[in-house]
């Protein structure tokens, strides 16, 4: 996935699903997005956009509590989505637990990580979105 650095203002919430499908046209399988920006800010938003437009019609919902929700479509090149929420996590030894390594990087998954922060700096995003909240409908994402 080539890195292109653009800036977007969404103003609802389905501007900012159209924007993520057309993000979703862009993946082909194995990449890592790091999804940046306080709570409330669009990032499950986002990756409900970019679930739909793989065809995903069930409910798409935030991992904060769950820390992973794994979406698995149907589609010739991608089968899973991984969204992933590490803010509750107090340390990179809690990673093991989930067995993401398994996952990531495989060229059938595609994963969306929040506050990466946490994650071991040898993973390398293939691009990564900076949400900020505007307004209460009004959200910016820089595409980095």
């Known amino acids: 996935?080539?890195?292109?650095?653009?800036?977007?203002?969404?103003?609802?919430?389905?501007?900012?699903?159209?924007?993520?499908?057309?993000?979703?046209?862009?993946?082909?399988?194995?990449?890592?997005?790091?999804?940046?920006g306080d709570l409330g800010s669009g990032k499950t938003t986002f990756v409900r956009g970019v679930?739909?437009?793989?065809g995903y019609t069930d409910l798409v919902r935030s991992p904060t509590f769950t820390i992973v929700n794994r979406y698995f479509i149907d589609h010739p090149i991608l089968k899973k989505i991984l969204h992933v929420d590490l803010?509750?996590?107090?340390?990179?030894?809690?990673?093991?637990?989930?067995?993401?390594?398994?996952e990531l990087k495989r060229?059938?998954?595609v994963?969306?990580?929040?506050?990466?922060d946490t994650m071991d700096t040898a993973q390398t995003p293939d691009a990564r979105i900076q949400f900020q909240v505007v307004s209460q409908t009004d959200r910016i994402m820089d595409f980095i």
């Open 1 to 36: 996935m080539a890195t292109i650095h653009m800036t977007i203002t969404t103003h609802s919430e389905s501007e900012t699903k159209k924007l993520a499908a057309e993000f979703a046209r862009r993946l082909h399988g194995g990449e890592i997005i790091f999804l940046e």
């Open 51 to 54: 679930a739909e437009a793989f």
């Open 87 to 102: 803010y509750r996590l107090k340390d990179t030894s809690e990673l093991t637990a989930l067995a993401l390594e398994e």
């Open 107 to 109: 060229p059938d998954t």
């Open 111 to 116: 994963a969306f990580i929040e506050w990466s």
